[in-house]
């Protein structure tokens, strides 16, 4: 393959640990997110060594891999169940995170059917518009939910950043702290999971030496990639180079940097701008839309992306002698990391042992 992601696993080990220790202090567990990485068991099995014993992924494939593949955790899924898949999500998930009653009563069915109790989080919208039951609402779902079979509800969750945008902050916390609260007194269920929210919440963390109820956060990119997702902040004591993208030269000409000729759309239906440098050492890299989000890799030699197609990217070498054959690194962002690892036209290369490199220092 021309293109390949190198996974440090010694990085990735380190960004568990620190993080584990980070979000323990205040008596956060974490839930380990693998749906960027699509359950790869070589990553799963760093996360579980290094401490982590929740897994949590959108996909049922991928915690069925996960499984097969003998990775000792607790399985959750993350995406509410479509009602086709219940038969799989009780065979393949311990919990799952849901938000219809339609839903949980086929759960229930199926949980009868294969003699095997299922575990549910129930997930609240706090604003952000994604998933998610209104809390107005949340007392006559549980009404509804409790006399089901086979079903026993575990915690509450919500969801921020994802889709809106939306921060989980203090006033949004002590809301679902709240919540939890009563439903605990009001239903006398004790809840397992009180899931605040995921990577975004770091800044909230740390400004908040009181987090009241909430005991969980489902962490993917801040261990993949280093960072906060709200403003993409490096996070002290984490690597942010855990994964690299690789990708080779297949031509490298002096070229002009504007078309030639009538122009109409690309091939995805853009019309791209150009500026006029003159003639430039035009490479093209052997990758395009159909292996990784090209926006979101950021190269690590002075270089310029101009643009992709399907299998293509253009890039303006600037004063960097590239030749046929040579390879260029790039750092990725989430985008790029889950476009990059879904796909099968990219090589996976694990990274086992590095020798002389510092853990980053903790402020």
């Known amino acids: 393959m021309s293109s390949r ?7 990735l080990g380190n960004n568990v640990e620190v993080l584990l220790n980070l979000f323990g202090k205040k008596k956060i567990g974490i839930m380990g997110v693998t749906k960027s990485v699509c359950g790869i068991p070589e990553i799963a099995e760093v996360l579980v060594n290094k401490g982590l014993r929740i897994l949590a992924d959108s996909k049922i ?14 399985y959750i899924l993350l995406k509410t169940p479509s009602l086709s898949e219940v038969d799989l999500v009780i065979k393949n998930a311990d919990i799952s995170f849901n938000t219809e009653i339609a839903v949980i009563k086929c759960l229930s069915a199926a949980a009868i059917k294969n003699e ?21 609402d949340l007392d006559r779902f549980i009404e509804e939910v409790l006399p089901l079979p086979k079903i026993t509800i575990v915690g509450i969750g ?4 994802c889709l809106g945008g939306v921060k989980p902050t203090d ?23 009180i899931s605040g929210g995921n990577s975004a919440n770091y ?10 109820n909430i005991n969980n956060l489902r962490i993917g990119e801040a261990i993949f990639l280093g960072r906060e997702t709200l403003g993409r902040t490096e996070i002290p004591g984490l690597f942010t180079d855990v994964f690299t993208f690789v990708a080779e030269v ?7 940097s504007l078309p030639d000729g009538e122009r109409g759309q690309n091939a995805f239906g853009d019309s791209p701008q150009f500026l006029d440098r003159g003639q430039i050492r035009r490479v093209i890299l052997g990758v395009g839309c159909q292996d990784v989000l090209v926006s979101g890799l950021t190269p690590r030699i002075d270089i310029e992306i101009l643009g992709s197609s399907s299998d293509h990217t253009i890039i303006d070498a600037k004063k960097t002698e590239l030749k046929v054959g040579d390879e260029v690194a790039f750092d990725i962002n989430y985008g790029a990391l889950l476009s ?10 694990f990274l086992r042992h590095r020798d002389g490199w510092t853990a980053p220092e903790l402020n």
């Open 203 to 212: 800044n909230w963390f740390m400004a908040n030496d009181d987090v009241g």
């Open 158 to 161: 919500a969801n921020f950043a």
């Open 171 to 193: 006033s949004k916390m002590r809301t679902l702290s709240f919540l939890a609260e009563h439903i605990e007194e009001k239903f006398k269920i004790p809840l397992t999971y």
């Open 5 to 11: 992601v190198e996974i440090d696993l010694v990085k």
């Open 340 to 349: 990059a690892m879904t796909s099968p036209y990219v090589e996976k290369k």
């Open 61 to 74: 494939d991928n915690l069925k891999n996960m499984r097969d593949a003998n990775i000792k955790a607790e």
């Open 116 to 136: 095997c109790p299922h575990k549910i989080i129930l997930m609240v919208d706090m604003g952000d518009l994604r998933e998610g039951i209104l809390p107005a």
């Open 250 to 256: 297949i031509e490298s000409k002096w070229k002009a």
